[in-house]
């Protein structure tokens, strides 16, 4: 299809810690260079890679996890296989299993997840090493009381085959799922209280257990937990050597649904840490400690949060996004303190702002645009003065052609009161005194 519309929208690549940026435009590799304001062409740019499909690239299959993993030092390497761990010395190439007792038989399994953690839960990997290759935390997964959930691949081959998957379906049970901790200097095996004592159940918090992490002096193993309702959601630290856990945050939201992987920014120290909560019934950030202390409510708006971009910890400042524009829709770009003081938009709320910040913290690239505003591209201190505008967009051919912009509208929810926005995409030929077919589009999930 031939193009239509140049578009004012480049990615950039930040260089020199910060101080220069390069980008690709009309078929050229440009480079702005921060300290003496000036925009120099470097070459032909080359063959843009085709984007890869969602998070696939370099990944596991869907629903799985990585089958190895290898220690910070290189030393060691943790293998699945066959339903268990083993621990290879990538010298010596010797190899120890860490566990036995995993088959098909018994339907247990470590060092690996079941679909639901890979699918819906973004566990990637089922081994964690500690930052000193000491220890290795590992899943142990029980699908004993699992239904099954038959396949048939292959089927336009001349025989097909079967994948047998353990598959809870709603209301169906789920696994009874466990972390462990094998350390290499005692080559023993701790299990953590993961469920503070209680059994598994449909009710306990820690019916899910995922977003695993050490903690950056390597002391606790950090994890989210979760009922199987999830209207809680706890952040749970872990002691290896005792296999005991307590609560860093607990969110609770009794009548509707909690975030089960809150968004988690942390600080240089790695003890504080910025949360996105929905507490209130919108997302804001809070400041807390791992001891569970909170520190300072860094937003409390009446809009949504979006991310945090990047935290200038010398400054003391937090650079974050929010829908804070002339409609829920437009995102922009802010400023707070770490004390939660001064909180200050950046951007024009006219329009919606994709950021891309600089490595110091000193500068951004804001890519504006509406749903019928085509994008321009510039560079801004971040005081808030454009520096030098990077791309525009071209629509005269898209003119030419008589093609008709998107247009928004509003209704009402059920509720009566609550607005919600929609966007009506008009074919060239369009006539109002005509009736057309209206398409449109949902998106439908289940649950586990």
Same mark, same amino acid.
């Given at each position: ?65 990585? %089958? ?43 060092? %690996? ?137 607990r969110e609770e939201w009794p009548t509707g649904w909690a975030e089960n992987s809150p968004a988690i920014t942390w600080l240089k120290d790695g003890r504080r840490f910025i949360l996105v909560s929905e507490r209130t019934g919108y997302k804001n950030l809070y400041l807390y400690d791992l001891s569970g202390k909170l520190l300072a409510t860094l937003t409390s708006h009446p809009f949504e949060v979006g991310s945090v971009l990047a935290v200038d910890e010398k400054a003391g400042l937090v650079y974050y996004t929010a829908r804070s524009g002339d409609n829920p829709m437009k995102l922009q770009l802010h400023r707070v303190s770490l004390a939660g003081k001064n909180d200050r938009r950046l951007t024009d709320p006219a329009f919606n702002h994709m950021i891309d910040m600089s490595p110091d913290c000193k500068y951004y690239v804001d890519i504006a645009q509406t749903h019928d505003i085509p994008p321009v ?72």
């Amino acid at each position: 299809m031939r193009e239509v519309a140049k578009l004012g929208s480049v990615r950039v690549t930040w260089k020199d810690e910060g101080q220069a940026l390069e980008f690709v435009r009309d078929g050229q590799q440009w480079r702005y260079d921060l300290r003496t304001r000036k925009l120099t062409k470097i070459g032909e740019a080359k063959e843009q890679p085709p984007m890869a499909f969602a998070r696939r690239a370099g990944m596991p299959e869907r629903g799985r996890q990585f %089958t190895s993993a290898e220690s910070p030092d290189k030393k060691y390497k943790a293998v699945y296989r066959d339903r268990n761990l083993y621990l290879v010395d990538q010298t010596t190439k010797e190899e120890i299993a860490i566990t036995t007792d995993g088959s098909d038989k018994t339907r247990v399994k470590y060092g %690996t997840a079941s679909w639901v953690y890979g699918e819906e839960l973004d566990q990637i990997t089922a081994m964690w090493w500690s930052p000193d290759s000491q220890q290795i935390a590992f899943y142990r997964f029980d699908e004993k009381e699992v239904p099954d959930y038959y396949l048939q691949l292959d089927q336009t081959k001349l025989y097909s085959k079967m994948d047998i998957e353990p598959y809870p379906k709603s209301g169906q049970p789920n696994p009874v799922v466990d972390l462990m901790v094998y350390d290499l200097r005692s080559k023993k095996i701790t299990t953590l209280d993961v469920r503070q004592g209680q059994p598994f159940s449909n009710e306990v918090v820690g019916h899910y257990i995922y977003g695993i992490n050490w903690t950056k002096d390597g002391r606790e193993l950090l994890f989210f937990r979760a009922n199987r309702r999830q209207n809680i959601t706890e952040l749970a630290a872990a002691d290896p050597a005792t296999g005991k856990t307590r609560v860093v945050v607990r969110e609770e939201w009794p009548t509707g649904w909690a975030e089960n992987s809150p968004a988690i920014t942390w600080l240089k120290d790695g003890r504080r840490f910025i949360l996105v909560s929905e507490r209130t019934g919108y997302k804001n950030l809070y400041l807390y400690d791992l001891s569970g202390k909170l520190l300072a409510t860094l937003t409390s708006h009446p809009f949504e949060v979006g991310s945090v971009l990047a935290v200038d910890e010398k400054a003391g400042l937090v650079y974050y996004t929010a829908r804070s524009g002339d409609n829920p829709m437009k995102l922009q770009l802010h400023r707070v303190s770490l004390a939660g003081k001064n909180d200050r938009r950046l951007t024009d709320p006219a329009f919606n702002h994709m950021i891309d910040m600089s490595p110091d913290c000193k500068y951004y690239v804001d890519i504006a645009q509406t749903h019928d505003i085509p994008p321009v591209t510039r560079l801004y201190s971040v005081s808030g003065k454009m520096i030098a505008e990077l791309a525009k967009s071209d629509l005269s051919r898209f003119e030419t052609l008589g093609l008709k912009k998107a247009e928004l509208f509003t209704f009402k929810a059920a509720d009566g009161q609550t607005d919600l926005y929609g966007l009506l995409q008009f074919p060239s030929n369009f006539d109002p005194g005509k009736k057309i077919s209206l398409a449109g589009q949902c998106l439908c999930r289940s649950s586990h």
